[in-house]
């Protein structure tokens, strides 16, 4: 690691989801402000949509941005050797991103989609806007858009419900019915009371948008009943789960690792402390990125050298069936020397009568065919 970073060998031992929920990502992003201002320096991708931005920030130096789609996303202290033949759509982002200057970095509607503005030159020297769209959720995509926000190129085409996503057509986002930054206190209401999930903790985890694990925090938080059915929720409770939610979202950042207890196994990152893990140990983080790289970047290199181990078994296994085989051909020939040897010396032994019976059938074969003199051999 470029910067010495100490990889926790436990924080593999018990796997973490593969996936950020909104609220981690509305944290995250706010970590990944200062980027703005930065240039594109180099563009990676590497198999399994797993690509790393490298960017320059005047006076804060090299930032290196993994962006795995349908996954995560954050700053790791780790830069991946460079594939030998760049993919194609890591051509395509260099060609028209590559010295770009990054404007903005936005989490939209409260989904798990990272929108980041560029400002960049178009072939005839104009500055122009590109967008280029990270989507976390499903199986992820990554979308580069033009200052009319027209596709140029998705990294898949998709189609789903309510959209189409492939070049040439208007990028539409998901639509979502409520975002927990900006709605109302009565649209939240509405959409909690008329949800048709069986639970208060999956309406809100899945109507409201905020996962599984801040679904529970915030029953927690508000000392609701997470099975009560939707449509059961009394008014006072939900201002009070409407007042919760905003401390929720606006609680100040105090990142933490959650270790499972009496162990260094990392069990979570969260960006501060929750009441679903008040009897957990935790580890203090300098940022969400830091614990993110130590989790992730490790998941990444020891499956890599899962993978490495794997590809020199099957290269070991190959040599060893040739060597095998070798060996069995070796044995053979060696065999076939035993027997010739012994052949050769039986006809010297007998050389008289072998010579005797060469001449009688060279004599005979003048006047017969040889299938003749075979018949008369027999």
Request: overall charge positive; some cysteine; glycine content about 4%.
């Amino acid at each position: 690691f470029s910067r010495g970073i100490v990889i926790n060998p436990n924080a593999l031992e018990k796997p973490m989801k593969d996936e950020i929920s909104a609220v981690m990502l509305h944290y995250l992003l706010k970590e990944l402000q200062p980027l703005t201002k930065g240039k594109i320096d180099k563009i990676f991708q590497l198999p399994n949509k797993d690509f790393y931005f490298q960017m320059h920030v005047t006076g804060k130096g090299k930032h290196i941005l993994r962006v795995v789609l349908g996954k995560y996303i954050y700053l790791t202290d780790y830069k991946p050797a460079s594939p030998k033949s760049p993919l194609g759509y890591c051509m395509f982002l260099r060609k028209y991103l590559k010295g770009a200057k990054l404007k903005e970095i936005h989490q939209k509607d409260f989904e798990r989609i990272v929108e980041f503005v560029f400002e960049v030159k178009n072939e005839k020297k104009e500055i122009v806007t590109r967008k280029l769209i990270i989507e976390l959720f499903s199986k992820g995509n990554m979308v580069l858009l033009d200052e009319h926000d027209v596709i140029m190129s998705p990294l898949e085409t998709q189609t789903w419900k309510d959209r189409t996503i492939k070049k040439g057509e208007v990028y539409k986002y998901p639509k979502k019915p409520y975002n927990p930054l900006s709605g109302t206190k009565q649209e939240f209401a509405q959409i909690v009371k008329h949800s048709e999930k069986t639970s208060l903790v999956k309406s809100l985890a899945i109507n409201i948008g905020l996962g599984g694990l801040f679904a529970e925090e915030l029953c927690l938080r508000a000392k609701m009943v997470k099975t009560i059915r939707p449509r059961d929720v009394k008014d006072n409770d939900i201002e009070h789960l409407f007042s919760e939610l905003q401390n929720l979202l606006n609680q100040k950042a105090d990142q933490l690792l959650v270790l499972e207890e009496g162990t260094t196994k990392i069990k979570d990152i969260v960006p501060y402390p929750l009441v679903s893990y008040e009897h957990d140990e935790t580890k203090p983080l300098e940022t969400l990125h830091q614990g993110m790289d130590e989790v992730y970047t490790s998941k990444s290199l020891e499956k890599a050298e899962e993978q490495q181990q794997s590809g020199k078994k099957k290269k070991m296994s190959k040599v060893e069936n040739i060597i095998e085989a070798q060996q069995k051909q070796v044995d053979n020939l060696r065999k076939a020397v035993d027997e010739n040897q012994l052949k050769g010396e039986i006809i010297y032994e007998n050389y008289p009568v072998v010579k005797e019976i060469i001449d009688v059938i060279k004599q005979a074969r003048k006047k017969h065919s040889w299938g003749e003199i075979k018949e008369k051999l027999k």
